[in-house]
C-alpha cells in the first residue's frame, strides 16, 4: 500500500517560482525512483524530472536549467522547485513511483497556473 499526496500549486505570474512537494507513505521510500509528471489541458501528459535513489536527476527539454528535483528521505518526501516559470507551465503536476514488482503509483495531483 502505496500512497502519494502532491501540494504546493497555485496561481503565479511568469517569472515567478514555485516549491512542490510530494509525501510519499507505505513504502521504504528511500529505495525507490521519485518521478515529476504534468498534464496541461488538452495534452498528454508528460514527464518532467527524474531523481533516482542515489541523487541522480534527470530532466526533459522544456524545463532543463528552470527546475530542480531533490529528495529528502528521511521526510519521505520529494520536492520539485520550480523558476522562470512560462505560461506553458500551466499544469496538472502529479508525482510518481515504481516498487520493483512493477505497479505504478500517482499522487491526486496539484494545479500549477502561470498567468499575467
Known amino acids: 500500500q502505496v500512497q502519494l499526496v502532491e501540494s504546493g500549486g497555485g496561481l503565479v505570474q511568469p517569472g515567478g517560482s514555485l516549491r512542490l512537494s510530494c509525501a510519499a507513505s507505505?513504502?521504504?521510500?528511500?529505495?525507490?525512483?521519485m518521478n515529476w509528471y504534468r498534464q496541461g489541458p488538452g495534452k498528454q501528459r508528460e514527464l518532467v524530472a527524474i531523481?533516482?535513489?542515489?541523487?541522480?536527476?534527470n530532466y526533459t527539454d522544456p524545463v532543463k536549467g528552470r527546475f530542480t528535483i531533490s529528495r529528502d528521505n528521511a521526510k519521505n518526501t520529494v520536492y520539485l522547485q520550480m523558476n522562470s516559470l512560462k505560461p506553458e507551465d500551466t499544469a496538472v503536476y502529479y508525482c510518481?513511483?515504481?516498487?520493483?514488482?512493477?505497479?505504478?503509483?500517482w499522487g491526486q495531483g496539484t494545479q500549477v497556473t502561470v498567468s499575467s
Open positions: 510518481n513511483t515504481r516498487l520493483g514488482n512493477g505497479q505504478t503509483y
Open positions: 531523481i533516482r535513489r542515489g541523487g541522480e536527476t
Open positions: 507505505g513504502t521504504t521510500f528511500s529505495r525507490y525512483n
